[in-house]
């Protein structure tokens, strides 16, 4: 986590003497910054931001079903703005980028940061994970309670939470990267192998739709590679399709 952007966020959250998630205006703080929101039909990105002589446009594409990625969507673009010094600038954002399935940019992961940290702050996440185990209910439970899309709310769960979670992020058929807890019981996966077919992700890239639902799964299917690699280990495999892109992000967790 870049430890500049999360500071920019908090610092913004305690000046608004901000105090639950409830209370996360994105549309008045960015008018306290002469910052105007806009829906429009975006054709090669998911979000931009214009600021300049004082003023700022972020455009979000209309046609994101999600409100919770419409609204992190939102959060990454102040990103840019607060991370930035508030100088003049303009950013064109992808897909790609916003939902963290490419992190190549610093500017881009950077707003991310901002964004999570802005949207789901590190002490209320804790909070609202602690002792809880790892289910697809309490991902979608905290996506709905900080109002973000599921996707960000289970990176923020590999990075924060305190139960066993591997994510995987794959694209075309190959694993673009991962992020493993400290503790989980398996470490490797290779950056770009390719998705296995004994996995449920192979699924989705054979074409098929594939359910939000958690399934149970050979650690093989995942782990052949690990040092740890223990014979007939369950685990389990939810997976959040993201189709625009042809990537899938993976959920592995403990039985
Ligand atoms: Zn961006």
């Known amino acids: 986590m870049n430890i500049l952007a999360k500071a920019n966020a908090k610092k913004l959250l305690r000046g608004l003497f901000i105090d639950k998630p409830g ?19 975006l054709e090669s990105c998911e979000g931009q931001f214009v600021f300049k002589s004082g003023m700022g446009i972020i455009s979000v594409d209309a046609e994101l079903a999600e409100s919770g990625q419409k609204r992190f969507t939102i959060a990454h673009e102040l990103g840019h703005y607060f991370n930035s010094g508030k100088k003049e600038n303009s950013f064109f954002c992808s897909g790609l980028d916003i939902r963290g399935i490419k992190q190549n940019l610093y500017a881009e992961v950077a707003a991310n940061d901002f964004a999570a940290e802005l949207l789901m702050p590190e002490e209320w996440f804790s909070t609202f994970t602690k002792g809880k185990k790892y289910s697809k209910f309490i ?19 590999a990075e924060i939470g305190s139960y066993p979670v591997a994510i995987i992020m794959c694209r075309d058929g190959a694993v673009k990267w991962s992020r493993i807890n400290k503790y989980f019981p398996f470490k490797f996966i290779r950056t770009g192998s390719k998705v296995s077919s004994s996995s449920y992700a192979y699924e989705f890239f054979k074409g098929e739709k594939i359910s939000n639902d958690p399934e149970k799964i050979l650690a093989d299917a995942w782990f052949w590679e690990d ?6 280990y369950f685990l389990y495999e939810q997976n959040i399709p993201m189709y625009r892109y042809n990537s899938v992000l993976t959920i592995l967790w403990e039985e």
């Open 227 to 232: 040092f740890n690699y223990k014979k007939d």
């Open 23 to 41: 209370k996360i205006d994105l549309y008045a703080i960015a008018g306290c910054e002469n910052i105007f929101i806009e829906e429009k039909a």
């Open 139 to 157: 991902l979608a439970d905290a996506a709905q309670y900080f109002n973000t899309s599921l996707s960000a709310a289970a990176l923020r769960y």
